[in-house]
């Protein structure tokens, strides 16, 4: 075999299966749009971004601290949510959050094992609807990690049939009207962005749907605890003003998710449980970063939000005529930062928006550290304290343990309770049979050259030694 012809043979043969085993990334099977943001030919992907990249998109912080440091950080993650001529991502549409949180917001340990070339959005209708589970805000751990608890956006309208002890999913209906998931503006309309002149509550673009704010969550906690309330601390939980707050769960029952009451200042807040502070926290940090700017004239979709502590006469102004938004707090947002380090679940979520729908990303998720650097008046800059920015363990799935270690990964003696599904990214058990058979498709050709070198190496011989033979004669 010559040379040439062995190259030929190792093309035809090779080509094929290297291109089925590393399928491109097809779109997914549906029609769902969302303006500028998605179309049809887009290439969903569930990976997770690396440190060299995260690294590059934020470039070289240096030791900036202060205003200095929020400015910087806003021309890293602005986006124009008006002209997209740049390439950047539109935001999305307010009704399509919802359905964007089938990606963004999906319970990867309890919803079925899917690929970015099989992944499709969902209806209520859809023969499937009831095995897809999102991670809500404000549910515990527990019972997000457990099937018979938690649920999906898509028995929202169902009706309700108090017999029942569980969601019908074929009957359509809820034991409880309280089931459900609402659209979370963690960083509160009321406060910078919700149109008030005319009575109306529109949801342009921009800040109403920042899907880095805008979160999955339990219907009731929304609307009983948070509403338009500041989070904050409940002073006294046992006052006879303190509201204690439940999230309804599937299976019928309901547990604590926290507490609505006054503040030290006599403010009235609502004070998550302890495992949400943290990403409550960076859901604001990130808000009054991203919204930083005070224009000449500001609007709903760009107001001027601004994160500070309480004090009387405090300069600040929270006028939605102007759009301006105050959230009071700083000081407990900080700690709460700290005290509830980033999990797995906003980690892969960050990167999810990033790469799928708003091309930017939460620096408060990425390096947690930079919050003091940033908001923290008496923060004198460090350099011993900066640490690379935070990663998924590639052995855990994208749960909400918060559990990571200084290194940025999770400690996978500490679960979330739920059994471990096949992760998003990885190959499929088609791959590396397929793969596989390229290797054995390689050593076959191997033995095959080697054979030839073997056979020319005896021709060679035998010819030398008809030439010294016929010397002797």
């Known amino acids: 075999m010559t040379k040439k012809n062995r190259k030929t043979v190792l093309a035809t043969l090779l080509l094929p299966l290297l291109l089925s085993a590393y399928p491109a990334k097809n779109a997914a099977s549906s029609t769902f749009v969302v303006g500028k943001s998605y179309d049809k030919t887009q ?4 990976s997770d971004t690396d440190v060299t990249s995260i690294n590059s998109y934020y470039g070289d912080v240096g030791t900036k601290t202060k205003e200095e440091m929020k400015d910087y950080l806003y021309s890293k993650i602005a986006v ?3 002209d997209t001529t740049d390439g950047k991502k539109d935001f999305i549409t307010y009704n399509d959050a919802g359905k964007w949180y089938q990606l963004t917001d999906r319970n990867w340990s309890l919803s079925p094992s899917v ?12 023969e499937d609807a009831s095995s897809l589970y999102l991670y809500n805000m404000y549910i515990s751990d527990s019972s997000n990690s457990n099937k018979e608890k938690a649920f999906s956006n898509l028995l929202n309208g169902f009706g309700t049939d108090t017999s029942l002890s569980h969601v019908d999913y074929t009957a359509k209906k809820v034991p409880n009207s309280y089931i459900q998931v609402d659209k979370e503006h963690v960083w509160a309309k009321n406060h910078g962005f919700k149109v ?3 009575g109306s509550d529109t949801f342009v673009k921009g800040a109403p749907t920042d899907l880095h704010h805008l979160v999955a969550a339990d219907h009731n906690t929304n609307s009983a605890g948070h509403n338009d309330e500041y989070y904050g601390i409940v002073e006294d939980k046992t006052a006879s003003d303190t509201t204690v707050v439940y999230s309804y769960l599937s299976d019928n029952t309901s547990e604590i998710s926290g507490y609505r009451g006054k503040n030290k200042e006599g403010q009235t807040v609502f004070e998550p449980t302890d495992e949400w502070k943290g990403d409550v926290a960076r859901c604001l940090l990130y808000m009054a970063t991203r919204y930083s700017q005070k224009l000449d004239q500001n ?3 760009e107001p001027y939000l601004a994160l500070v502590d309480y004090k ?3 300069e600040y102004e929270d006028s939605n005529d102007t759009f301006h938004g105050t959230h009071y707090g700083l000081s407990t947002y900080l700690t709460w930062n700290e005290q509830d380090p980033v999990s797995n679940y906003e980690i ?5 928006i990033y790469s799928n729908v708003q091309d930017n990303r939460n620096p408060y998720i990425d390096h947690p550290e930079w919050a003091r650097r940033v908001f923290d008046t008496a923060y004198t800059y460090d350099s011993s304290k900066e640490s690379a920015p935070l990663q998924i363990s590639e052995n855990n799935n994208p749960t909400h343990d918060s559990s990571l270690s200084s290194s940025g990964s999770t400690d996978s003696s500490s679960s979330s309770g739920a059994g471990k599904e096949e992760e998003p990214k990885g190959l499929s058990t088609t791959q590396i049979i397929i793969i596989a058979a390229v290797a054995g498709v390689l050593l076959l050709i191997a033995v095959m050259i080697l054979a030839n070198k073997g056979r020319k190496k005896k021709k060679s011989n035998y010819t030398k030694k008809k030439k010294n033979k016929n010397k002797r004669k």
């Not at 290439?43 to 569930?46: A, G, I, Q, R, T």
């Not at 690929?115 to 859809?126: G, K, P, Q, R, V």
């Not at 892969?348 to 999810?352: A, G, I």
């Open 80 to 82: 124009h949510n008006a």
């Open 43 to 46: 290439k969903l992907d569930f």
């Open 196 to 198: 008030t002149k005319d």
């Open 115 to 126: 690929s970015e070339e099989s992944f499709s959005f969902l209806t209520s209708s859809s």
């Open 312 to 314: 009387a006469g405090n």
């Open 348 to 352: 892969h979520r960050n990167n999810l």
């Open 299 to 301: 609007t709903q979709g």
